[in-house]
């Protein structure tokens, strides 16, 4: 593909598809891995997914699905800026959260609790499931066959248990060695996106105020720059025009930073980026402290929430006894999903609801709990 540096990932270097494919006849393989992702049935449920807030709260709160897109968007961004692959890029920010359960982090979190004896549940491991195994659309193989460069992109960590079980795209994690630049980047696109609009979320909510904001180094050096350019600005512009540029400003950083990063490490192909002793893709330190100031504030403030906390309790309530119900009678999953069931032994049994259970949107999960109790 023309107009990629040297270091960025080049499917004509590709280590390819688990199963071996003609190649396509008018888009380039990540591009074909992007549309497949977009035309996956995990997509789709993304829209009835919480991000932070659950589905029914209200229309204008980020999902997992407008989330995956705002993360695609600065991910593109900071691909094209750098000469990278933007269609890799896309391609692993839109699959990068298929693996979630319902209710956000308090539903994987449970979820992970009730599988604790059968190795525990971990979603970025079952976003890489999603797409290697449990989506079945394609007569010839399981799951969307995707390129190596966009599964080692969706697996963002991993123990070294599950790296070894893996098989190559583990191995990295055994190896300490860092994925493409492509990997690298959507990575914190996910953290840029989701500062950013949580922040928007959490100030619509009533949960935030913009006086707690102002001591928030990015929040502040943006809103007083709106202050001091457009004095008379209503209240929800003069939010956009603060959250717009706290994206602007570490995405720029991200850029300029990396840009640097690069220089100085010259890699000249993608396995002198996986064999660089660091991350290449990173903040200033300036920024980087910022960015994780944020983070802790959100999480304080927003993420733990007492009004926030309620709705765990909830999610947690409708995970923990949907799996003890289709654990106790497996005839009640679907029989796609029971038919599967029947011939395994207990972990390989709590596998499966785990896997029909984290693929549940939220109002589906609320209505199957109240159907079956
Ligand atoms: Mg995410």
Not at 289 to 312: G, P, W
């Amino acid at each position: 593909m023309s107009g990629l540096a040297a270091y960025a990932a080049d499917e004509a270097q590709s280590r390819g598809r688990r199963y071996e494919e003609p190649a396509a006849t008018y888009r380039g393989e990540y591009q074909r891995d992007r549309d497949r992702i977009i035309h996956s049935t995990a997509f789709r449920r993304l829209v009835y997914k919480t991000q932070v807030f659950v589905n029914h709260e209200g229309d204008l709160y980020r999902t997992r699905l407008t989330h995956s897109l705002e993360v695609s968007q600065v991910g593109r961004s900071v691909a094209a800026a750098l000469s990278l692959n933007e269609p890799l890029i896309e391609a692993i920010c839109l699959a990068h959260d298929l693996g979630h359960t319902p209710f956000g982090h308090a539903g994987q979190d449970e979820l992970n609790d009730c599988m604790r004896e059968f190795g525990g549940f971990e979603h970025n491991l079952q976003s890489l499931r999603v797409v290697d195994e449990l989506e079945a659309k394609y007569a010839e193989f399981p799951g969307l066959n995707l390129m190596f460069e966009t599964r080692e992109g969706i697996l963002k960590h991993c123990s070294k248990a599950n790296a070894r079980e893996l098989g190559d795209i583990g191995q990295r994690f055994l190896n300490r060695e860092q994925p493409g630049l492509e990997a690298q980047i959507a990575n914190i696109a996910d953290a840029i996106a989701y500062n950013n609009h949580d922040v928007d979320d959490g100030i619509r909510a009533g949960l935030l105020s913009v006086e707690q904001l102002r001591d928030q180094a990015l929040f502040a050096s943006g809103y007083e720059e709106v202050r001091r350019r457009y004095p008379d600005l209503e209240d929800r512009r003069l939010i956009y025009e603060t959250i717009r540029r706290m994206i602007g400003a570490v995405v720029s950083d991200l850029i300029e930073t990396t840009r640097a990063n690069i220089e100085a490490a010259a890699p000249r192909s993608i396995d002198d980026v996986r064999m660089a002793s660091k991350a290449l893709v990173s903040f200033s330190d300036e920024v980087y402290e910022q960015h994780i100031a944020l983070k802790r504030f959100l999480q304080k403030h927003l993420y733990s929430h007492e009004k926030k906390l309620k709705m765990t309790k909830r999610a947690q309530t409708i995970i923990r006894e949907l799996f003890e119900l289709y654990s106790a009678d497996v005839k009640l999953l679907p029989d796609e999903f029971s038919d599967h069931a029947a011939n395994e032994d207990e972990p390989g049994r709590a596998r499966i609801v785990a896997d029909y259970v984290a693929g549940m949107t939220d109002r589906y999960a609320i209505a199957e709990h109240e159907r079956l109790l």
